[in-house]
């Protein structure tokens, strides 16, 4: 299985930085694609960014600009480096990873989810 562990979340007030790190861990053959999602009390969960194997990244139009999202290959891991905080990014942010495993070989991909990371902007 595969085993995601995130860091870096924390309080911050607006106009603040954080940034998130998510390790990948376990029996992974490839990870194909990781992302960032964030579920605000009340409101379902979201993708706020995501990078693919060859690099290319995606972002929700609320944090493009204020957002980057990178991987460091060799360790398995995404960041998200968020900038311009603003109260409205406060949430629960959990990373994502699109892996096959040792066992399925390249022909499965499954989803894999962290415990999250709280994120809190104040006014």
């Known amino acids: 299985q595969v085993q995601l562990v995130e860091s870096g979340g924390g309080l911050v007030q607006a106009g603040g930085s954080l940034k998130l790190s998510c390790a990948a861990s376990g029996s992974i053959f490839n990870i194909n694609a990781m992302g960032w999602y964030r579920q605000a009390p009340g409101k379902q969960r979201e993708l706020v960014a995501a990078?693919?194997?060859?690099?290319?990244?995606n972002y929700a139009d609320s944090v493009k600009g204020r957002f980057t999202i990178s991987r460091d290959v060799a360790k398995n891991t995404v960041y998200l480096k968020m900038n311009s905080l603003k109260p409205e990014d406060t949430a629960v942010y959990y990373c994502?990873?699109?892996?096959?495993?040792?066992?399925?070989?390249?022909?499965?991909?499954?989803?894999?989810w962290g415990q999250g990371t709280r994120v809190t902007v104040s006014s």
């Open positions: 994502n990873a699109a892996t096959s495993t040792v066992a399925t070989g390249p022909w499965l991909t499954s989803h894999y």
């Open positions: 990078i693919i194997s060859g690099g290319n990244t």
